[in-house]
């Protein structure tokens, strides 16, 4: 089955990048996706690349896609406060829509 | 517009008592229905999913159960609460197709 590993926190200062890293097993998959969970709330979807993209940008998230070495990133610019909480990186196994879920990104943002 | 709706938020519920967590989605039909877990804040345990009314898939086997009586409705429920059932419940839906889950709030379960 899909692999899916994230580093489990980052913390950066207000108005600085984050950058949150993601690695799968599975290179077929169609969509890669990244969801949010803001403390105690169900998650959000954050956005979608789809997989012959390399790069998909929507306002302040810019998501790099590498398919030869499996690695998808969200990087969030001029990070602000609001911007706290858990990112998740989350990859569907070849021939399913049914993604894998990494453990979650802990972002902490400081002023 | 699409919504879904699950309840309760919170429940505190002693060892061996029964469950029943409810999940409903308005505003689309026919769709793909999911429980996950997601223990101590982490990591996200598909539990079951659903593809149509009386479609049940267990991805996991453990102390609890799932039934879809109704094409938008999705019941999680056990018997038998155990302290390992502790966790933060989340229900989602997707079309079937690449365009991502929506989740519910979730539902805190504490079994003491």
């Known amino acids: 089955g899909e692999d899916v590993e994230q580093s489990l926190f980052l913390s950066v200062r207000e108005g600085d990048s984050s950058v949150i890293n993601c690695t799968y097993t599975?290179?077929?998959?169609?969509?890669l996706y990244w969801y949010k969970q803001e403390p105690g709330a169900g998650l959000q979807l954050l956005t979608y690349?789809?997989?012959?993209?390399d790069m998909k940008q929507d306002q302040r998230l810019t998501v790099l896609l590498n398919k030869k070495d499996k690695h998808l990133s969200l990087r969030i610019a001029d990070t602000q406060t609001g911007d706290s909480a858990i990112y998740f990186c989350a990859v569907p196994s070849g021939g399913s829509y049914i993604p894998t879920f990494g453990r979650g990104t802990s972002l902490i943002v400081h002023p | 517009s699409q919504t879904i709706h699950q309840w309760p938020a919170t429940l505190v519920q002693p060892v061996g008592s029964p469950l029943s967590l409810e999940c409903t989605v308005e505003g689309t039909s026919n769709p793909n229905l999911y429980w996950y877990r997601q223990a101590a804040g982490r990591g996200l345990q598909l539990l079951f999913y659903s593809v149509g009314i009386g479609q049940i898939s267990s991805e996991v086997p453990q102390n609890l159960s799932a039934s879809r009586p109704q094409d938008r409705q999705f019941i999680l429920s056990s018997k038998k609460l155990l302290l390992s059932d502790s966790g933060f419940y989340l229900c989602?839906?997707?079309?079937?197709?690449?365009?991502?889950?929506?989740f519910g709030s979730g539902t805190r379960l504490t079994v003491v």
């Open positions: 599975d290179s077929s998959s169609t969509y």
């Open positions: 989602a839906w997707t079309t079937g197709t690449n365009y991502g889950y929506t």
């Open positions: 690349i789809f997989s012959n993209m």
